[in-house]
């Protein structure tokens, strides 16, 4: 991999033993789609087989729609198999990054939604603007988190606060998400100075120690997120088929609020 490789949706920049992950799709306002997660995967692939890199910053997380899956292929004329096949993207994505034998953050701004939180949740530390607002909005087109949200919310919040988080589908501000553990710094100024700040930290310390750590916890948990990630996917399937997820889909493409029948 070079040092600074562009491609259409992807920027992946590596130095001083850290590699910058860039996503950018400015036309769809950085719309998670199949080949953007794809090309993610591939380049997520890639930097982990770089001995040189010890830490990994996602960044273009946020600036997404308020449901920023791409609601072309959430809309209920996709086929099954299609569907299914988006999903198996998504968990492949989300595995990777997870066990990385690298510390991870996500760098955010904007709103944090969807895919996109699964992803950022799926990193070991969230650094956010204070302008960033966060949400779980599958619940707005009648459907279940994927990307392993139920793992890693539960993991950050508990049980209860992670349920009440993906029922209500509000937007949570920074100040709110960091007092309830959803993310862990809050840019007192300039995003990238606190970005900066934070990987400095990190490489003055004993990397490889924090790198050991967070492969045992990374090992320990991982059966547990492949069964999350399972269940989601046949959630999802199911969701996908009823009435409220069609009637949710329609509303958000109508601009208009959906009318749920519980069916």
């Known amino acids: 991999m070079s040092t600074n490789e562009l491609t259409e949706r992807v920027n992946v920049k590596v130095y001083n033993r850290v590699a910058t992950v860039e996503m950018y799709r400015s036309e769809v ?3 998670f789609d199949r080949e953007l997660i794809k090309e993610l995967t591939v380049k997520l692939k890639e930097i982990s087989d770089l001995d040189a890199v010890d830490i990994v910053v996602l960044t273009g997380i946020g600036r997404t729609s308020a449901i920023d899956d791409g609601i072309q292929w959430l809309d209920s004329q996709i086929s099954e198999s299609e569907f299914r096949s988006v999903l198996d993207l998504v968990n492949e994505l989300i595995v990777t990054l997870y066990g990385m034998s690298k510390l991870t953050i996500s760098a955010v ?3 944090v939604a969807g895919l996109g939180l699964s992803l950022a949740l799926a990193t070991d530390c969230i650094v956010a603007d204070s302008s960033s607002q966060f949400a779980v909005k599958f619940i707005e087109i009648g459907l279940i988190p994927d990307g ?3 793992f890693f919310l539960d993991q950050r919040l508990g049980e209860t606060r992670a349920k009440q988080l993906i029922w209500d589908g509000e937007f949570h501000d920074a100040k709110e998400a960091l007092a309830i553990g959803l993310i862990q710094e809050i840019a007192e100024g300039d995003l990238t100075t606190a970005l900066d700040a934070r990987v400095s930290t990190w490489l003055q310390g004993p990397i490889q120690a924090m790198i050991r750590t967070k492969k045992i916890l990374a090992e320990t948990h991982r059966p547990e997120l492949l069964k999350v990630l399972e269940l989601e996917k046949l959630g999802q399937l199911k969701m996908k088929e009823t009435f409220d997820h069609k009637e949710g889909v329609q509303a958000f493409l109508d601009h208009r609020e959906p ?4 069916k």
């Open 29 to 31: 306002f950085n719309a």
């Open 259 to 262: 009318k749920f029948i519980g």
């Open 109 to 111: 701004s904007g709103t």
């Open 148 to 150: 392993g949200t139920h």
